[in-house]
């Protein structure tokens, strides 16, 4: 019998919604560009991880960390690490993220996609841990950079190159400077 509770109760630990198993994954088909965009939410440790998969040279996986402020977005062909402060007047926060990711059928038609714009500084960054476990565990052994965000009309006029991140059709992020591949 006291097994019998015993098991029950866990049972009922584990149907909390308020448990330790908080996150979820949706796969939105991100079909302009030919490729697949995978959300994944961990509302225990305030992370979202966004993966886009589409080709060599435009797949790039990024990590919001909500505790730290920062994010990072890895981009592969360049095996390069771009970090930069969470514009939290822009930048959803994880529950409107999530009922953005739920919203996949048709997502891309909605209003108007939310722009930030980033400047890469010059200096590769070696203390990662500052930003935060998560972009340190997802950086570690890249070589990696933080970025400025840049507003006004100053921007531009940025002749140089610039990496696309767009989050689900409702945030475009451009990382914009010169990086040196390893």
Sequence with gaps: MKLLIVFIGLLGFLWDPTSADTNINVSNDNDSNGGSQTVSINNDHNVANVDNNNGWERSWNSIWDY????AATRIFSKKTCIVHRLNKDVVPGLQELE????QKANVHTGPSPKSLQYE???????????????????????????????????FFFFSGSCFDVNVLWVLNISLCGETTDV
């Design 67 to 70: 505790n730290s402020g920062f």
């Design 99 to 102: 009922r953005m990711s739920k």
């Design 120 to 154: 890469i500084e010059p200096e590769a960054i070696d203390n990662l841990a500052q930003f935060g476990t998560p972009i340190e565990n997802m950086c570690k052994g890249l070589r990696t950079y933080k970025a400025q965000e840049v507003q006004g009309q100053g």
